[in-house]
């Protein structure tokens, strides 16, 4: 099981690889160096016990202290208030985004399935073009086909928006994201067929 650290707030470049000992101990490491090396024979390499093993070169330790105060911060809030958060600020973007009729929305009509992530587009405006509008008024969002091109061809399209909300969102990030996209409707709205 592997997770990166930056989808819970972590610095970049850290993350957790957790494998049955049994299976590890079999696995060949991809990278040399450092203390991962037990000893150097001419035609033999012996590896270092687990988890140095798999620890080529310098560590990333600041962000491995990143990740354990990563962690502890979320567990201070709270995985049930961090969800409940969640849940309440996905639910109002969700009202709000469908109260624009030439915004097409692509998410689950199953809330309990739902997640933080509201996919979207503007009918008629290339997803680049929303976001580059949004990301000069400073509103990020991302856009493309999000590592889900299966899923992009069966919708018939080739790419959305996508607004990620967290615990940290509030009903005015919605509102600008809304008044964001409004701006951009406007700009194209006479291009539009």
């Known amino acids: 099981m592997i997770f990166s650290g930056h989808k819970i707030l972590a610095p970049l470049g850290i993350g957790v690889l957790y494998g049955k000992k049994e299976l590890l101990n079999k696995m060949t490491p991809f990278l040399m160096g450092g203390d991962m090396i037990e000893y150097v024979y001419e035609q033999e390499t012996t590896f270092a016990p687990l988890p140095n093993k798999f620890e080529a070169g310098t560590q990333n330790i600041e962000g491995v202290i990143g990740l354990g105060s990563a962690i502890d911060y979320i567990e ?37 399935n739902h997640s933080g992530v509201i996919s979207f587009n503007i009918k008629g405006i290339h997803p680049h073009d929303v976001a580059s509008i949004l990301d000069s008024k400073g509103i990020c969002i991302r856009s493309g086909n999000h590592c889900a091109q299966p899923l992009m061809r069966f919708l018939g399209i080739d790419s959305t928006c996508r607004a990620s909300f967290y615990f940290y969102n509030t009903k005015e990030d919605v509102h600008k994201l ?9 700009m194209f709205r006479k291009y539009i067929s």
């Open 76 to 112: 201070n809030i709270g995985y049930d208030n961090i969800q409940k958060i969640e849940k309440e600020i996905v639910e109002y973007a969700k009202q709000e985004l469908a109260k624009l009729d030439y915004v097409e929305l692509y998410i689950t009509p199953n809330n309990e």
């Open 178 to 186: 809304i008044e964001g996209i409004n701006e951009a409707y406007e």
